[in-house]
Nanobody, 124 residues
């Protein structure tokens, strides 16, 4: 059974940093592109960042580019999202997702597996 478990969310002041982690129980983790999405209250889910499985090509939403960094450790079956210079508008539930042989797509439809999410709240 595939499981993606996010951690690292919490409450932080504007301008602060957080690092999210996503531990994946995928037998062939290195074959999956991994992505982060978020859903803010009253809004649709949106793409945040993604990374391919071997070349580690990355893709970012314009709203987070330069502030967030996605990375992965294939030996630990874990993907990370380092978030810096956080803004109140970054407040959302953040979800980890996996796309086998993916290309770091920004489309949620490409991802087969999803985590339960972790709450990030940025106070002003």
């Amino acid at each position: 059974q595939v499981q993606l478990v996010e951690s690292g969310g919490g409450l932080v002041q504007a301008g602060g940093s957080l690092r999210l982690s996503c531990a994946a129980s995928l037998r062939t983790f290195s074959h999956y592109a991994m992505g982060w999405f978020r859903r803010a209250p009253g809004k649709e889910r949106e793409f945040v960042a993604a990374i391919t499985f071997t070349t580690r090509t990355t893709n970012y939403a314009g709203s987070v580019k330069g502030r967030f960094t996605i990375s992965r450790d294939n030996a630990k079956n874990t993907v990370y999202l380092q978030m810096s210079a956080l803004k109140p508008e970054d407040t959302a539930v953040y979800y980890c997702a996996a796309d086998i042989y993916g290309v770091a797509s920004g489309s949620s439809e490409e991802y087969e597996h999803w985590g339960q999410g972790t709450q990030v709240t940025v106070s002003s």
